[in-house]
């Protein structure tokens, strides 16, 4: 097959630009939309509002929309060289979008497994438009997930989870890149959490990137989940999830375990936030800082603003001193779940094509 490349690093994917740290040879054919380099976002006005250094990493700007991409493009990768011919995974949306753009990608099919009228429009329509197979069935994320598992084992499908290591490897490097362009690992990390991969792959980031003096310190990993759908806060699996923002509505994460380890090793925390307070959260970025974000990403900002404004918060700014640089991931782009956007939109009345009419009807 003819290929092009450029010579530069950049733009070419996560794959090309951190192949050394990556579990990949010459000769593994690299299946890659150009994810990752994303930016990190100095956000003034929020800076402003917690009275801290704040960046916010964008990872919705990736080729579909989610941080996903970054471990996608190795898990197909590897799935393709090891003669994988479909794959499969359970989705609370993301996932499934990314995987079925990739499996496009490399010539594959793809099978993907949703709880039923569980997820966002943006998200189901990319999985159709990218040609997976999908299945809706009657039970929640971690229904999903099971029966992946199973249908994985028989052998025929290459489970693209973050249970598969190839994607905690690939989303290690949104740690690498934090740390390329900010010159040291900031020292606190604000991130959604849902299966827990995300926290686990960020961890692990730092965590190499530590171990080969790239940088000087090591962040405390602050994780966010939603608080009706918080097994890891509360410790116990929950059997029935529920929140507004359905990319976290999981009860029983795979990487748990390894969650607690980055929480506890980083001297972290695991706190809750109100569906009302990521939506609000999610209103703020947007009005703010013109970052529109998907209602699970908004968890990390509004858990920003828990940790800088609540006595009640699992982890306190307002006892730490000096400045500090902090890093909120967010995680997908708002367009991907439009819903509740469009349920507060006020309903459009056109207006005669005059500039009178146009001055009126905003109020000038
Ligand atoms: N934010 C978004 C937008 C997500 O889609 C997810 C997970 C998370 C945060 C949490 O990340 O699971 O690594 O802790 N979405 C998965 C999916 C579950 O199927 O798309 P995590």
């Not at 964008?58 to 996608?72: A, C, I, Q, W």
């Not at 989870?161 to 690498?176: E, L, M, V």
Request: aromatic content about 6%.
């Amino acid at each position: 097959m003819h290929t092009e490349r450029t010579t530069s690093k950049f733009g070419r994917g996560v794959i090309e630009h951190y192949r050394e740290y990556l579990p990949v040879a010459e000769s593994t054919a690299v299946i890659s939309l150009s994810e990752g380099d994303t930016p990190l976002v100095f956000c003034p006005q929020l800076s402003k509002r917690v009275g801290r250094v704040v960046f916010v990493k964008n990872e919705g700007v990736n080729p579909t929309g989610s941080f996903k991409d970054r471990g996608m493009t190795l898990a197909v990768s590897k799935a393709k060289e090891r003669g994988a011919t479909a794959l499969i995974c359970a989705s609370t949306g993301n996932t499934s979008a990314s995987a079925a753009a990739y499996a496009a990608r490399a010539g594959i099919s793809c099978v993907v497994i949703l709880p039923a009228g569980k997820i966002a429009t943006g998200k189901l329509l990319q999985a159709f438009a990218y040609g997976a197979k999908i299945v809706a069935i009657d039970g929640n994320f971690d229904d999903a997930l099971r029966l992946v598992r199973e249908l994985g084992e028989a052998g025929d499908l290459a489970i693209v989870n973050s249970i598969n290591p190839d994607r905690i490897a690939g989303q290690k490097t949104a740690a690498f890149e934090i740390v390329d362009v900010l010159g040291d690992a900031p020292d606190f990390h604000l991130l959604p959490v849902g299966n827990a991969g995300n926290i686990t792959a960020y961890w692990a980031g730092y965590r190499e990137y530590h171990a080969l003096g790239r940088s000087t310190k090591l962040p405390a990993m602050i994780g966010f989940q939603a608080a009706g759908a918080a097994p890891i806060f509360y410790n116990r699996i929950v059997e029935q999830p529920e929140t507004v923002a359905s990319a976290i509505r999981i009860g029983n994460p795979a990487s748990w375990k390894q969650a607690r380890a980055a929480i506890n090793e980083s001297h972290g925390a695991i706190d809750v936030v109100s569906d009302e307070e990521i939506l609000a959260a999610q209103t703020w970025l947007a009005q703010h800082e013109g970052i529109f974000v998907e209602p699970a990403s908004a968890a990390s900002v509004a858990g920003l603003f828990k940790c800088c404004d609540s006595k009640d918060a699992a982890y306190s700014f307002q006892k730490i001193q000096g400045q500090s640089r902090i890093v909120c991931t967010v995680t997908g782009h708002g367009l991907k779940d439009p819903d509740v956007i469009i349920g507060q939109m006020k309903e459009l009345k056109s207006v005669p094509a005059t500039v009178n009419d146009v001055r009126r009807a905003v109020g000038l």
